[in-house]
């Protein structure tokens, strides 16, 4: 296939932006993508920091200022993997500018934070792109792929859980380069929008719309050193957010997220509940997916655990040879073979700028019931 190069332009050198940047370098290595990925740009405020992270990726240049990237003429899509706070301006100026916008997750802070990102994007008509990147896991799209063909039946319960325990330390400092997602001004919430927002893209691409929730937060320690400032401060964010929530389709939700469960590193995990059949998955786990069919033969009638590594599952075709497991970092991968077709093809790849709206919206109504103790309709 005869590709056409495009060109990127990096804004943040993270650990999101390591995730990114590999997806881009090995896309077209597996994938027959109808655009070729270029790693022209890579922009941080520290020069030095950029120019190691160029180094390491191969990024052709540095610039320690966004908005020069941006007006670039050479550089075809802005990718921002900035704290959350700064999502906002650099998307609206991009899409002004007439890039191509992907942007981590969440789209920003808050819905009304995120509402003008979409009108810009709209407006300009601009291929745009939020990395919920779970939804690319082969496991996790065969579960969808299962409920889409209504294996499940009715729809009863879907449970999702995202527990860690990073920040049980009292030491551990809020704000700057590593710990911007414990300062609320940069990350705007705390599991809620860090993690339950995972959640929440998941379910509502699987099960639908949310109605409303009820929900309840706690922040275990009160005050955290600023890694900027060196002062203490009292602490903006949940530490842990339980929720539940009614969806449209008449199921009932039930959702946990903790920086505080000892022992759980990143333990994501959902379980969908139907009329005829389960399905549940676990990030620790995430090339297996769990099914049972109540319509199995009774004598042989249990859970499967599925290994989801052979060809005729999603994405693993394009791999190794059936039985041989890919991981995290893939799921990158394949988010970008579908945003890269999407722009060719003009149907684009979910989530949106749009789709993810919808996410920042229920995790403001979650924030709203805790504060409030009521249930808020989304
Ligand atoms: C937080 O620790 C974090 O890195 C999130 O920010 C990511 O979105 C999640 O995928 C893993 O955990």
Redesign the pocket.
């Given at each position: 296939m005869n590709k056409k190069n495009l060109n990127i332009g990096m804004i943040g050198c993270g650990?999101m932006a390591k995730t990114h940047s590999n997806a881009y370098s090995n896309v077209a290595h597996f994938f027959d993508v109808p655009y070729q990925p270029v790693l022209k740009t890579v922009c941080d405020l520290n020069a030095e920091r950029a120019a190691a992270f160029a180094a390491k990726w191969g990024y052709e240049q540095i610039e320690s200022d966004w908005r020069k990237v941006v007006a670039d003429p050479a550089i075809d899509l802005i990718d921002i993997c900035l704290p959350n706070n700064l999502h906002a301006e650099v998307a609206i100026a991009a899409a002004e500018a007439g890039k191509a916008v992907v942007s981590e997750?969440p789209l920003a802070r808050t819905a009304a934070e995120a509402e003008p990102m979409v009108a810009a994007v709209e407006k300009a008509g601009v291929p745009n792109f939020v990395s919920f990147?779970?939804r690319r896991i082969p496991a996790v799209a065969l579960a969808k792929r299962i409920i889409d063909e209504g294996k499940l039946g009715r729809v009863f319960h879907y449970r999702a859980n995202f527990l860690?325990d990073?920040t049980i330390n009292a030491n551990v400092p809020q704000g700057g380069k590593d710990t911007w997602?414990l300062n609320v001004k940069e990350a705007g919430s705390g599991v809620t929008g860090?993690?339950l927002a995972?959640c929440i893209d998941l379910a509502i691409w699987q099960n639908g719309p949310v109605r409303d929730v009820t929900a309840l937060t706690e922040t275990f320690i009160k005050e955290r050193m600023n890694a900027v400032t060196g002062k203490m401060e009292p602490v903006g964010i949940d530490d842990a957010c339980t929720f539940l929530c009614r969806f449209a389709n008449g199921s009932l939700g039930n959702f946990e997220s903790t920086r505080y469960a000892r022992g759980h590193k990143?333990l994501f995990t959902f379980e969908i509940n139907g009329e005829h059949a389960s399905i549940k998955w676990d990030l620790h786990d995430l090339h297996r997916l769990q099914y049972f069919d109540h319509r199995d033969e009774g004598a042989v009638r249990g859970w499967r655990s599925i290994h989801v590594s052979d060809g005729d599952q999603p994405f693993m075709g394009a791999w190794w040879v059936p039985g041989l497991a890919i991981g995290y970092g893939e799921s990158f991968t394949h988010q970008f073979k579908e945003f890269l077709e999407g722009m060719a093809s003009g149907k684009p790849a979910g989530p949106t700028f749009r789709d993810a709206l919808e996410t920042n919206r229920i995790c403001d109504a979650v924030l709203a019931s805790a504060k409030s103790g009521q249930w808020v309709t989304v």
């Amino acid at each position: 296939m005869n590709k056409k190069n495009l060109n990127i332009g990096m804004i943040g050198c993270g650990f999101m932006a390591k995730t990114h940047s590999n997806a881009y370098s090995n896309v077209a290595h597996f994938f027959d993508v109808p655009y070729q990925p270029v790693l022209k740009t890579v922009c941080d405020l520290n020069a030095e920091r950029a120019a190691a992270f160029a180094a390491k990726w191969g990024y052709e240049q540095i610039e320690s200022d966004w908005r020069k990237v941006v007006a670039d003429p050479a550089i075809d899509l802005i990718d921002i993997c900035l704290p959350n706070n700064l999502h906002a301006e650099v998307a609206i100026a991009a899409a002004e500018a007439g890039k191509a916008v992907v942007s981590e997750k969440p789209l920003a802070r808050t819905a009304a934070e995120a509402e003008p990102m979409v009108a810009a994007v709209e407006k300009a008509g601009v291929p745009n792109f939020v990395s919920f990147n779970y939804r690319r896991i082969p496991a996790v799209a065969l579960a969808k792929r299962i409920i889409d063909e209504g294996k499940l039946g009715r729809v009863f319960h879907y449970r999702a859980n995202f527990l860690q325990d990073w920040t049980i330390n009292a030491n551990v400092p809020q704000g700057g380069k590593d710990t911007w997602r414990l300062n609320v001004k940069e990350a705007g919430s705390g599991v809620t929008g860090d993690l339950l927002a995972h959640c929440i893209d998941l379910a509502i691409w699987q099960n639908g719309p949310v109605r409303d929730v009820t929900a309840l937060t706690e922040t275990f320690i009160k005050e955290r050193m600023n890694a900027v400032t060196g002062k203490m401060e009292p602490v903006g964010i949940d530490d842990a957010c339980t929720f539940l929530c009614r969806f449209a389709n008449g199921s009932l939700g039930n959702f946990e997220s903790t920086r505080y469960a000892r022992g759980h590193k990143a333990l994501f995990t959902f379980e969908i509940n139907g009329e005829h059949a389960s399905i549940k998955w676990d990030l620790h786990d995430l090339h297996r997916l769990q099914y049972f069919d109540h319509r199995d033969e009774g004598a042989v009638r249990g859970w499967r655990s599925i290994h989801v590594s052979d060809g005729d599952q999603p994405f693993m075709g394009a791999w190794w040879v059936p039985g041989l497991a890919i991981g995290y970092g893939e799921s990158f991968t394949h988010q970008f073979k579908e945003f890269l077709e999407g722009m060719a093809s003009g149907k684009p790849a979910g989530p949106t700028f749009r789709d993810a709206l919808e996410t920042n919206r229920i995790c403001d109504a979650v924030l709203a019931s805790a504060k409030s103790g009521q249930w808020v309709t989304v």
